[in-house]
């Protein structure tokens, strides 16, 4: 019995003596695969970083190494401080070095919740409930359909006076934007999917719409179809359809008291 015993302890003696020599060579493979190379102190990112992040937080992020002179990107930032007020312009991943390629001016991140203008195109803003922008689900690059409703814009009726109508006017509208009532920066969808750190900008309870909330969507549009949809803002109603590209533009016109059974 005290023979079996000796032996376990030996035994669990060689398995942790086995185990300090493997993790000591192991963390010492590095420093001799570098023994004989050129090496340069590069900012190495030692946990994933938010697209958007600023320059002046990038600190906790990165840690210096040395890497080979061959592995060295030719934009790596050697100063945190040459960066000023920049932010990360996509996403960055562990193990990667920090390149100045990927950070642009503050004023230039266009971020999750807005998309570029196409050139000849204004941009115009329209405040909507959540259940006017397809539940919340609208996003800055989707297109969408705008149905207009107006008062007084229907058949004549019996009595002479002119009903309400609603109709699908615009197709495929592209969102250039979407933000809370609050005037911060709604997240996208694939944004709000992705674990913390993998591109998703921060977020807290403000960032995270209620039923009752209104959001703020905006239109890339030419100037006469701009002063359709400023009109239906003000004096009518709109409700907003997710119509990607493949969808048919098969409307039929106004749909009034009359029609609305047909």
Do not use: C, W
Not at 19 to 35: H, I, K, M, P, S
Not at 169 to 196: D, E, I, N, R, W
Request: glycine share 10%; proline share 3%; charged share 15%.
């Amino acid at each position: 019995m005290k023979a079996r015993l000796l032996g376990g302890i030996a035994a669990l003696v060689v398995a942790i003596i086995g185990t300090v020599l493997l993790f000591t060579y192991v963390q010492g493979a590095d420093r001799r695969a570098l023994a004989n190379t050129e090496t340069q102190d590069v900012l190495v990112l030692k946990q994933d970083v938010p697209a958007g992040t600023p320059a002046s937080q990038l600190s906790q992020y990165v840690v210096s190494k040395a890497v080979p002179r061959t592995a060295v990107a030719a934009d790596v930032v050697e100063d945190l401080g040459s960066l000023g007020t920049k932010v990360t312009s996509v996403a960055l991943v562990t193990g990667e070095q920090l390149l100045s390629s990927r950070l642009v001016d503050s004023n230039a991140y266009l971020g999750p919740a807005r998309v570029a203008v196409p050139a000849g195109l204004q941009e115009v803003t329209v405040r909507l409930g959540i259940d006017r922008v397809v539940g919340g689900h609208v996003q800055a690059g989707d297109t969408v359909g705008i149905f207009i409703s107006m008062a007084g814009a229907g058949a004549t009726g019996t009595d002479g006076t002119a009903g309400n109508a609603t109709q699908l006017v615009f197709h495929k509208v592209l969102v250039t934007g979407v933000q809370f009532s609050s005037g911060a920066a709604a997240q996208t969808q694939a944004a709000a999917t992705q674990p913390s750190g993998q591109g998703a900008l921060n977020s807290s309870s403000s960032d995270k719409p209620a039923a009752s909330d209104t959001y703020l969507i905006t239109f890339a549009r030419n100037a006469v179809d701009t002063e359709k949809v400023v009109f239906a803002a003000e004096f009518g109603k709109i409700y907003l359809s997710k119509e990607p590209a493949d969808a048919p533009e098969n409307t039929s016109g106004a749909v009034n008291q009359t029609r609305v059974f047909r």
